[in-house]
């Protein structure tokens, strides 16, 4: 099994069409280009607009006109990447196996071949159940405006496909963290760094107290880690600052710590009442842990998968978020990790194996026909 060159050439097109969140024309293009994918076959497409400034959203469907669950395939064609990283930081090229471009990991590749599987099933007429197919635009950013669509999608799904990219060499993924995210706001109280220094309360340095708190939370052994990564604040060098604001990184791998690691970043209390803290957020992606149901789907894969000529493994659970957390949360089998394999996500080095396309396509196919 191999690429063929219209294929790559494809492949490429949709590389060169950068797509970050929050460039919404360039989203719209990628969408474009999936509807101009699915022109002669036969898949009824709705494209539901963006909103908050965001891509629009495409709902394909297809397959067995029945009332019966059917299998819910999602990809997201958002990426991280800015526009120009193509032309500059990560050129479009091929070296050996690798074809290396901003998305092709995560996780333009996937959603690309997916798609293939998808039209090629509906052509044939081979689907055993109705299938469904979301392309969504904010998967990077938490999917603020897809996630009530995806829930109420995977609600009457029987199981869900996600094409998420593969993990250290080829593995599927059947379980994930849990994300939080949370904003912290300091407000101290501004004065001159020189002749008015102890009038001041310098919302950094109170900023540095709660953060050291914060990153105490982590705890290894049960899987919690908290990070951040970013800090803003202050106005001069010689002024003591008034604002300094940091977001928090959590990623938990039950619900239950889910629920007390978020208790206990809301419940931060300034060290003196010169302070202000407001903080808010909370869990942005429940913990997709492995049920029974999710095996089951696994084990029918990995069958699948020795047909074609390779074996899937599962990986241990991972620590990134997808939107296969809404669906496993819900008790829906869902399967993650289906997509290109490759390695670099969300940095310049980032690259997918044109080798796994073929048979992670004909997996997705094959998983199309036979899940009843």
């Known amino acids: 099994m191999s690429l063929s060159s219209p294929s790559l050439d494809t492949l490429f097109t949709w590389i060169r069409t950068e797509s970050p969140t929050h460039d919404r024309a360039g989203v719209n293009l990628m ?21 908050q400034g965001l891509g629009d959203v495409l709902v394909l469907r297809t397959g067995p006109q029945t009332s019966e669950p059917g299998i819910l395939v999602m990809s997201h064609l958002d990426t991280v990447h800015p526009v120009g990283t193509v032309e500059t930081d990560l050129p479009l090229r091929v070296e050996g196996d690798r074809l290396y471009g901003p998305g092709i990991y995560d996780m333009k590749g996937g959603a690309w071949f997916a798609l293939e599987a998808f039209k090629d099933v509906a052509r044939r007429g081979s689907a055993a159940r109705p299938m469904v197919f979301l392309v969504t635009p904010d998967e990077e950013i938490g999917s603020p405006i897809t996630r009530p669509m995806i829930e109420d999608l995977g ?30 706001h300091v407000e101290g109280r501004p004065a001159h760094a020189g002749s008015r220094h102890k009038d001041g309360r310098n919302a950094v340095y109170e900023a540095a107290r709660q953060i050291l708190a914060i990153e105490a939370l982590t705890d290894y052994g049960r899987g919690i880690t908290t990070t951040v990564g970013m800090v803003s604040g202050g106005t001069a060098v010689n002024t003591i600052p008034q604002h300094c604001r940091f977001p928090v990184d959590l990623r938990v791998e039950t619900v239950a710590d889910g629920e007390s690691v978020t208790a206990a970043i809301l419940g931060l209390k300034p060290s003196s009442p010169d302070f202000k803290l407001t903080v808010t957020g909370g869990m942005n992606r429940p913990p997709y842990e492995r049920s029974e149901a999710t095996s089951r789907l696994f084990d ?9 000529g390779f074996d899937l493994v599962s990986a241990p659970r991972v620590g990134g978020g997808s939107d296969g957390n809404f669906t496993a949360a819900l008790g829906i089998p869902t399967l993650d990790g289906l997509g290109i394999d490759g390695d670099g996500a969300h940095t310049l080095q980032e690259y997918g194996l044109i080798s796994s396309i073929a048979p992670r396509q004909k997996l997705m196919t094959r998983l199309l026909e036979t899940l009843r």
């Open 155 to 184: 609600r009457r799904s029987a199981a869900v496909l996600v094409t998420e990219p593969a993990r250290d060499g080829g593995q599927i993924v059947t379980a994930r963290k849990g994300v939080g995210r949370f904003d912290v």
């Open 300 to 308: 029918h894969a990995k069958s699948l998968a020795a047909e074609i």
């Open 31 to 51: 969408m474009d280009l999936v509807v101009a994918q699915m022109r002669d076959a036969p898949v009824a497409v709705e494209r539901i607009a963006g909103e």
